[in-house]
C-alpha cells in the first residue's frame, strides 16, 4: 500500500474552510484515498473516499489531483466538534488482501472559537 | 452511530493474565478487523475475520487469537498479557472480506497492570 504524507498539525477558525492536504506519490492506479477521523478516546469515524474523481458527502469533498499524487479533504464550514485527528489511507483493494487500513500518524485539527 | 459495538467499554488486567474483547458487527456485515492503538499512535491491524475464517493477519504474536461467529459477531483473546498491550483495542465491520468501508467500534480500553 502506498505511503502517506500528512502536516502533523493544523489550526482553523470556526466557520471557516477546513483544508487538510495528503501526499501520496506512489500511488498506484487502482488504489483509493480514504479520511477517516478519530476524536479523542474513540474509534475512527469513515468521512469519504475516492479513487480519481472529486467526491462530496454531506460530511467533507475530497479534491484528488489529476496525477494522484496529493490530495486535500476539505471541511466546508468547521465547527468546533471537527477537532480531531485526520488519517488520509491509501487501500489497495482486490480479492486477494484484507483491504487493511494502514494508519499513519494523521493530522490534529484544532479549530478554534 | 456505526451500529458496531464493543464490550466492555474498559478492563483492567494483571501481566500474565488472559483476556477476552467482543465485537458486534453491524447488520449486514460479515467482515470484522481488529486493530490495536497504542497511546499516541495510529490503529495497527491485528488480524480479520470473514464468514467464520481468519482472512488475513498483521504483525501481532500467536497469543493475539480470534474468533467469528454464525452471526457475524467476534471475539479477539490475547493470552499472556503483557504491559505492552495496554492499548485501545478496536473493532471495524465490513463486508466483502474488509474490501468495502470498514466501520468502527468504540473500541475497548484495556490497562496491564
Known amino acids: 500500500d502506498a505511503k502517506t504524507t500528512q502536516p502533523p498539525s493544523m489550526d482553523c477558525a470556526e466557520g471557516r474552510a477546513a483544508n487538510l492536504p495528503c501526499n501520496h506519490s506512489?500511488?498506484?492506479?487502482?488504489?483509493?484515498v480514504y479520511w477517516y477521523r478519530q476524536i479523542h478516546s474513540q474509534g475512527p469515524q469513515y468521512i469519504i473516499h475516492?479513487?480519481?474523481n472529486n467526491e462530496t458527502n454531506e460530511m467533507a469533498s475530497l479534491i484528488i489531483t489529476e496525477d494522484r499524487k496529493s490530495s486535500t479533504l476539505i471541511l466546508p464550514h468547521a465547527t468546533l466538534r471537527d477537532t480531531a485527528v485526520y488519517y488520509c489511507?491509501?487501500?489497495?483493494?482486490?480479492?486477494?488482501?484484507?483491504?487493511?487500513?494502514?494508519f499513519g500518524q494523521g493530522t490534529t485539527l484544532q479549530v478554534k472559537p | 452511530e456505526t451500529g458496531v459495538t464493543q464490550s466492555p467499554t474498559h478492563l483492567i488486567k494483571t501481566r500474565g493474565q488472559q483476556v477476552t474483547l467482543r465485537c458486534s458487527s453491524q447488520s449486514g456485515h460479515n467482515t470484522v478487523s481488529w486493530y490495536q492503538q497504542a497511546l499516541g499512535q495510529g490503529p495497527q491491524f491485528i488480524f480479520q475475520y470473514y464468514r467464520e475464517e481468519e482472512n488475513g493477519r498483521g504483525n501481532f504474536p500467536p497469543r493475539f487469537s480470534g474468533l467469528q461467529f454464525p452471526n457475524y459477531s467476534s471475539e479477539l483473546n490475547v493470552n499472556a498479557l503483557e504491559l505492552d498491550d495496554s492499548a485501545l483495542y478496536l473493532c471495524a465491520s465490513s463486508t466483502l472480506g474488509g474490501l468495502e468501508t470498514q466501520y468502527f467500534g468504540p473500541g475497548t480500553r484495556l490497562l496491564v497492570l
Open positions: 506512489t500511488i498506484s492506479g487502482n488504489e483509493y
Open positions: 489511507i491509501v487501500r489497495f483493494l482486490a480479492s486477494s488482501n484484507t483491504g487493511k487500513l494502514i
Open positions: 475516492g479513487l480519481k
